[in-house]
Nanobody, 121 residues
Framework: QVHLVESGGGSVQAGGSRRLSCATSYTTYCMGWFRQAPGKEREGVATIDAYYTQRYSDSVRGRFTISKDTANNILYLEMNSLRPEDTGTYYC??????????????????WGKGTLVTISS
C-alpha cells in the first residue's frame, strides 16, 4: 500500500483559494482527492491517472485543479473560488490498478488520514 499524508487544510473565507498537498511514498496509476462534509457521505472531487488525464466532479469543475509532481511524489489540489459547501475533510487516495480512474469510484486501495478545510461565508 501507498503511504499518503495530506497537508494544507485550514480556514478560508468564501471566494478564497487554498492548495492541498499529499506526500506519497510513490505515485500510482490512479490518484485522487475525495472529501467528506459533516453529516454526509464521502464523495469524489478529482482524479488524475498515469497519463495525466484529469477528471472532476461537477461541483468543482472549473474551480479546482488536480496535479502531481512525480519526481517528488506529491499530489496537489488547487482550490479556487471556494464556497461554504466545499467545507469538509479532504482525503488523498491512490490505486495501483490500471482502470478508468473515475471520480465516481471510491475503489482506491490506499487512503490518507485527511485534512480539514473550512470555508466561512
Amino acid at each position: 500500500q501507498v503511504h499518503l499524508v495530506e497537508s494544507g487544510g485550514g480556514s478560508v473565507q468564501a471566494g478564497g483559494s487554498r492548495r492541498l498537498s499529499c506526500a506519497t511514498s510513490y505515485t500510482t496509476y490512479c490518484m485522487g482527492w475525495f472529501r467528506q462534509a459533516p453529516g454526509k457521505e464521502r464523495e469524489g472531487v478529482a482524479t488524475i491517472d498515469a497519463y495525466y488525464t484529469q477528471r472532476y466532479s461537477d461541483s468543482v469543475r472549473g474551480r479546482f485543479t488536480i496535479s502531481k509532481d512525480t519526481a517528488n511524489n506529491i499530489l496537489y489540489l488547487e482550490m479556487n473560488s471556494l464556497r461554504p459547501e466545499d467545507t469538509g475533510t479532504y482525503y488523498c487516495a491512490a490505486d495501483s490498478a490500471v482502470g478508468p480512474c473515475l471520480v465516481s469510484s471510491q475503489a482506491m486501495d490506499s487512503w490518507g488520514k485527511g485534512t480539514l478545510v473550512t470555508i466561512s461565508s
